[in-house]
């Protein structure tokens, strides 16, 4: 890798819903962070997954194939307008290819790595393996730009805009469709986690919830449209809340759900009485404002528990801010309730814009950036492997 500190990234990433790419330049050695986003593409496969009812994973694999090659050149050719990519060698552009290897979906996961691989072949650009919870991780960074000392801009935003300071530790949440976890950042480049899920993941309890009352996939936006139509709460467990650690559990809190669909579908008309696995229960008949105020309660009660767990980590580690990111950081309830509790406590609150918050490119290149910046170091091309159950757990 060049020895300049001034470095362009391209990331990569092939998760379950996307196949995206991004181009980040940045100053590692700056004293505060200071970078770029150049461009960021994400090409969504959700269409494709809910017309299957979820994720097949080699169709996923198959679309990641047929779209990694656009994606990738478009980043190139949205990053750098006046280059043509098409034969374009890479190193004059790039210094370092980030990309996802986990964790995730494996037939999902080798394509970005293998594709990375052989970009890399081809333009001896060195490559950077990323986790992907770390990209979840540091995505709030890439909003704080324009709100923080942290310098951090967009091309052609508005960087006048300066707010207060991002200050350590962190408490940072990240919710996603596979993870649930409280991650510890001491400082940019040290991080412990604290907590995770024993079960289900937050968003994979909304996933399974909206099949229950068959809504489309993904569930949690659904989930989440429904229950700004009712009032009503029913209140349904809080599990683990009073346990004392920072795990977390979900998959009771959709038992419960299920056990109050099949009760009030007794007292209903609902034709819906499938048997078999709670797969294979659907509530699709019920009236619409019944579903509406079980989805209203579900999103509250893992609200709730997620938001009183966070909180009693924020004072035992004494944190000044709080991040929260991930697919299910989209959800306004869990913004809401968490950014009311900060600002009760007095801790900042810090949250990317939706489109950073589900699966992209940007976040692995600014996990990459701030990864660069603490040291580490490209890895020899025979290391580099799809992991797909790589845990975050310190660093
Ligand atoms: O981070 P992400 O895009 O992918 C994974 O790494 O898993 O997260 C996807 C998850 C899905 O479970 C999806 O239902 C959930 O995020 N999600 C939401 C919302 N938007 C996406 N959950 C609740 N409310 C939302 N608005
Ligand atoms: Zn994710």
């Not at 709100?147 to 962190?170: D, L, V």
Request: hydrophobic share 40%; aromatic share 6%.
């Amino acid at each position: 890798m060049p020895s300049k500190k001034t470095l362009t990234i391209l990331a990569i990433e092939t998760s379950c819903d996307e196949t995206a790419a991004s181009v980040l330049r940045g100053n590692i050695a700056a004293k505060k962070p200071t970078f770029t986003t150049l461009s960021s593409v994400v090409r969504s496969q959700i269409k494709l997954h809910s017309k299957m009812g979820g994720v097949v994973p080699e169709a996923a694999a198959r679309a990641h194939v047929k779209a990694i090659r656009p994606v990738v050149e478009k980043a190139l050719n949205d990053a750098f307008p006046s280059l043509s990519t098409k034969h374009l060698a890479l190193s004059t552009c790039i210094d370092l290819i980030a990309v996802t290897a986990g964790p995730g979906l494996p037939p999902a996961l080798l394509v970005g790595v293998e594709f990375a691989k052989a970009l890399s072949l081809g333009s001896g650009v060195p490559i950077l393996p990323v986790n992907h919870m770390e990209g979840h991780l540091y995505s709030p960074f890439g909003e704080s730009i324009s709100n923080s000392q942290f310098s951090i801009s967009k091309a052609g935003s508005n960087t006048k805009n300066q707010r207060t300071p991002i200050e350590f530790p962190i408490l940072s949440m990240i919710v996603s469709g596979g993870h649930t976890l409280l991650v510890l950042q001491k400082n940019e480049s040290h991080y412990q986690v604290l907590g995770s899920t024993v079960d289900d993941a937050a968003g994979e309890a909304f996933d399974k919830v909206a099949r229950l009352l068959d809504l489309p996939y993904p569930g949690g936006p659904q989930i989440s449209k429904l229950a700004l139509e009712s009032d009503e709460v029913i209140p349904f467990p809080r599990p683990m809340l009073d346990a004392p650690n920072y795990n977390f559990s979900f998959s009771g809190l959709k038992t419960a759900v299920l056990y109050h669909l099949q009760e009030i579908s007794k007292q209903n008309t609902s034709k819906d009485k499938a048997k078999g696995s709670l797969n294979h229960y659907r509530f699709g008949d019920l009236p619409h404002a019944t579903k509406a105020s079980i989805a209203r309660s579900f999103e509250e009660a893992v609200a709730d528990v997620l938001v009183t767990k966070a909180m009693r980590a924020v004072k035992k580690y004494s944190c000044k801010t709080v991040s929260l990111s991930g697919g299910v950081a989209a959800n306004r309830r869990l913004r809401a309730t968490l950014s009311e509790q900060c600002a009760v406590n007095s801790v900042q609150f810090i949250v990317p814009d939706f489109k950073l918050c589900t699966d992209n490119a940007e976040m692995i290149a600014i996990a990459a950036y701030f990864k660069l910046r603490a040291g580490s170091k490209p890895v020899p091309y025979s290391k580099i492997k799809a992991d797909s159950s790589w845990e975050l757990r310190y660093c």
